[in-house]
């Protein structure tokens, strides 16, 4: 047996117990032999005893005692057992359709499948509906079961218990709902109310009880009892819904007590029927009138605390909007002085071709006639297109690069935002740079083409010299420095040609990365047997096509392959794995190099990306420290990354990106390409 199945079982005995007492108690308020009862609270404990096991596991064992119970109750107090048996068969019928109406009509309080108390009015009117609907159901049912047993129909005495089963789950129903909703949802005590708080109430219950005391023993037929219900009107605007509902309970006892004794202003009532109706509509007057009163002040006190709750967070929000306001007028101030203080000019062009912002900068670049060439801009989107300036301030000119972004409004109109960047120095320097290659391209290529003259004349002169044992060796040497000569010559073209389009786009194509890795695999072999050292071992994946600038992509790799063999250490053979990884679905491919050389210092692993910087500076490994920063530098302008990492065999591992090549020349990705400065 469960612990849920033991408490079920535990609150079924107990309510069984309560309910044997009702019944008992109630046919014992039978005021003449007939046994017609003045007052019937079985009921209302059978509606709070259903609510309170709606979903218990034994409700069938709820159901069997309550029926028995009742059954055996009017037949020890008198009824015949088929009388008993109607009577177990009504009680039933009553809780099934107050269970089922209550369910209907306020489905959130306790009992009908919520877990709240009695709140508003709304909720007393849908109690008092079931309530009605099942003392009703009751009294028909009670009606034609005894014609069937008795072949009688006592309409009078299904009238009056229509009466009795209304009150008793009216008052006994609103008590149990309050305390079963209290208990589930475990509400604390409230903190002690303060002294005066104590005496009002402490007072009105006092005076009310008493003045109903004293209208039920006047034996005059005044009828003063429904006078002081102004008591009751007084308690249910004053007093909490509980002490409403203790209120309630009392006078509806003192009523029926005193009326049992035959004393107060309903005993004075000669036919049984209308005393016990009378009763009643006294017992349901009083509570429904203090509910009322009470459900409708807390309402309206729950609607006030949350209107209350409401302007609270009304004023919140406004405060929020004023800080935010304060600040977007902050940040507002903050912008105008960032775009005042601009080097670069900005302007605003709106739909009818007005300047509607402009920053100082413009007119230092552009003069006093900066309209004419905004209101020119305004038309089109333009990037990056260099325009001649001359003004009074700057007679010998200047040149502005122009980029005009069109922003589209919801109206459809556009606007126009232009940015005017002063280049003059940058042309100037790529000019000055443009001269120096040039010089720089004679005087280097000019001593290069005599290597190569006298290169060829020796290689010229060996041809008719006798065979000798040196002189293989001597045309391999020549052959070498042939080789060597023209890479060089290589060299010096890309270079030049990457230093007059330093800050020129990137002008990609497709490249066979296998060709230049093997290119520059026969080169650093040919310089390792030249210098004596041993040649390095390569071990070369499938390297997919990229689309990238030939010339730097060569620079790339030569690079990496080149630290990779200066960087091992003394007495190892340089061994090198070159491999790729592409998909159809990734735009990039991603290279790597892994070398078994001395590695990297742990933390440099970013820091040997930047300029000038030397990771080893011991030992016989000299350098500038740009070799990396140069490869960075190539596979950012390409829109790729690069990174090092430790090689698990030993070493280091390099892992950089390149677009793949896919689709046309033409796709998104290489227009980005293109547009990397």
């Known amino acids: 047996m469960t612990t849920g199945y033991r408490r079920s079982l535990a609150r079924t005995v ?4 309560l309910y044997a007492a009702a019944v008992y108690a109630g046919r014992r308020t039978a005021m003449v032999a007939d046994g017609v009862s003045l007052v019937w609270p079985a009921a209302g404990v059978a509606a709070v005893w259903l609510c309170a096991q709606r979903a218990a596991p034994t409700r069938r064992l709820d159901l069997l005692l309550l029926a028995g119970i009742l059954g ?12 008993g048996v109607v009577a177990g068969m009504v009680g039933l019928i009553e809780v099934g359709v107050f269970l089922r109406a209550l369910r209907h009509w306020r489905p959130d309080l306790w009992g009908a499948g ?3 108390t009695l709140r508003s009015p709304r909720d007393l009117w849908g109690l008092f509906g079931a309530a009605l609907a099942a003392s009703c159901a009751a009294g028909v049912s009670g009606m034609l079961g005894r014609w069937l047993v008795t072949g009688s129909m006592p309409i009078a005495s299904s009238v009056m218990s229509t009466a009795r089963h209304l009150t008793g789950i009216l008052i006994i129903g609103a008590a149990g709902i309050w305390v079963g909703a209290a208990l589930r949802a475990g509400r604390k005590i409230r903190r002690r109310p303060s002294f005066w708080r104590s005496v009002e109430v402490a007072g009105l219950l006092a005076v009310s009880v008493a003045g109903q005391i ?18 009751t009107v ?45 009763v009643q509509l006294f017992c349901v007057l009083v509570t429904l009138v203090g509910l009322a009163l009470s459900l409708g002040r807390d309402e309206r006190r729950t609607l006030l605390t949350a209107l209350a709750e409401e302007k609270a967070e009304l004023h919140a929000r406004q405060a929020e909007l004023a800080t935010q306001q304060e600040q977007a007028s902050h940040h507002a101030d903050l912008l105008t002085a960032i775009i005042d203080s601009m080097a670069d000019g900005l302007a605003v062009i709106g739909p009818d071709s007005r300047v509607t912002l402009r920053n100082p900068a413009v007119t230092e670049l552009l003069g006093d006639d900066e309209t004419a060439h905004l209101r020119a801009l305004a038309g089109e989107d333009v990037r990056g297109v260099d325009m001649p300036v001359r003004s009074p301030g ?61 290169t060829v004349a020796a290689l010229e002169a060996l041809d008719g010299v006798p065979e000798h044992p040196g002189l293989q060796q001597a045309q391999d040497d020549l052959a070498r420095l042939i080789r060597a000569s023209a890479r060089m010559r290589g060299l010096i073209d890309g270079l030049l040609s990457y230093a007059t389009a330093r800050e020129a786009t990137v002008a990609p194509v497709v490249v066979e990365l296998a060709d230049v890795v093997a290119d520059i695999v026969v080169a650093r072999a040919d310089a390792a047997v030249a210098a004596g050292k041993p040649e390095p071992r390569f071990s070369i994946g499938p390297l997919p096509a990229v689309r990238a600038d030939p010339v730097l992509v060569r620079q790339l790799m030569d690079n990496l392959v080149g630290n990779a063999i200066k960087y091992t250490g003394p007495g190892v053979v ?36 930047g300029n000038f910087h030397r990771a080893h500076l011991t030992g016989d490994y000299l350098g500038t420290g740009l070799g990396l920063a140069i490869c960075k530098r190539i596979v950012e302008r390409h829109g790729g990354v690069i990174s090092a990492a430790n090689h698990p065999g030993g070493g280091s591992c390099f892992e950089f990106t390149l677009p793949a090549v896919t689709g046309s020349p033409t796709s998104a990705h290489t227009r980005m390409l293109t547009a990397l400065p």
């Open 14 to 17: 107990l309510f069984a117990l």
């Open 72 to 83: 055996t109750g009017n037949w020890l107090t008198g009824a015949s057992p088929a009388v």
């Open 114 to 116: 919520g877990g709240e």
């Open 214 to 231: 004293s209208a039920f023993a006047y034996d005059h037929r005044l009828p003063l009892s429904f006078a002081l219900l102004g008591f």
């Open 234 to 278: 007084l308690v249910g605007t004053r007093l909490p819904t509980p002490w409403v509902l203790v209120h309630n309970s009392v006078i509806s006892g003192i009523a029926v007590q005193y009326t049992l004794l035959g004393s107060g202003p309903f005993a004075q009532v000669g036919d049984i029927d209308q005393r016990t109706v009378l």
């Open 394 to 454: 700057v007679p010998e000119g200047r040149v502005v690069r122009v980029t005009a972004t069109s922003l589209p409004h919801p109206d459809g109109t556009r606007s126009a935002v232009v940015l005017f960047h002063d280049v003059t120095a940058e042309r100037r320097h790529r000019d000055e740079l443009t001269n120096f290659a040039g010089v720089v391209a004679h005087d280097l290529l000019n001593p290069l083409a005599s290597v190569d003259g006298w």
């Open 574 to 609: 340089p061994a090198l794995e070159i491999s790729a990884v592409s998909s159809p679905a990734d735009p990039l491919v991603t290279v790597r190099i892994a070398d078994n050389g001395i590695g990297i210092p742990d933390g440099q692993h970013e820091a040997i990306f």
